[in-house]
């Protein structure tokens, strides 16, 4: 079998990008809640429904497992409803297929008007049972994640997104508010819209932890990267390396 293909990336932390809130690529109106935004300690609930999906939080390990099943629009998620405080939440578990829904704008975020973003989530697992398939807009999706350090997207299909008639919009600010994302594993389904140009909203890595810079692995790890083209954006990169198979895209470690 043919060793996998991956792509490293790095990133600098010299010029840091700049980053909108992640609401403001949106047009439409926010509504009001329909639960209140700081409910008490009695509507904290443990259990509950997203869409068709059945969901449950672990209010020790603060692990918030969603089942399988099809979701609803960001609004309705379990943290924006305020059925668990969002900064109690520390991982996300996608157990079984879920079926993310055509509008995935903020589909783990918040907006600036609910402003209940999950701070504290430093890594969402199971991200291949996530079908993006019928999604159209995957803007600001993981805005605000501020201790996310990585994200598996090889199984994401982006096809729709790319071929909308919105097109220019699907993916902005996808990446916004993650100063601790240094690591992006993608697949041969996932592009980015406007061929890549479209502004993610990815920042640097922290100062110091990192060269800055993103590098794609090749053939090699991600402590030792076999590629030697080191990019500026993480897009650069995908354009570079976007007929692999897979790829992963790092920011490397300082020697």
Partial sequence: MSATLLSTVIVTATSPVKVTHADKSNSYIQKAPEHPSNPTHEDIKTTGTWGTSNWNFNKITGVLTLQQGTLLSFENSPWNKGYVNHLDIKKIVLDGKIFAPADSTLLFSSSEYLNKYLKNVTRIEGMENLDTSAVTNMSSMFSGMSKLTS???????TSRAITTKLYVGTMYNMFSNTPELSQIKLGSSFKFSGD???YIGLQNPPEGRTTGKWRNVGTGTV?????KHIVDQLTVCIRLYGSS??????AKKRD
């Fill in 245 to 250: 198979s897979r790829y992963l895209c790092v």
């Fill in 223 to 227: 402590n030792d990267p076999k590629r």
């Fill in 196 to 198: 890549g140009k479209e």
């Fill in 151 to 157: 994200l598996d997207l090889s199984s994401f299909d």
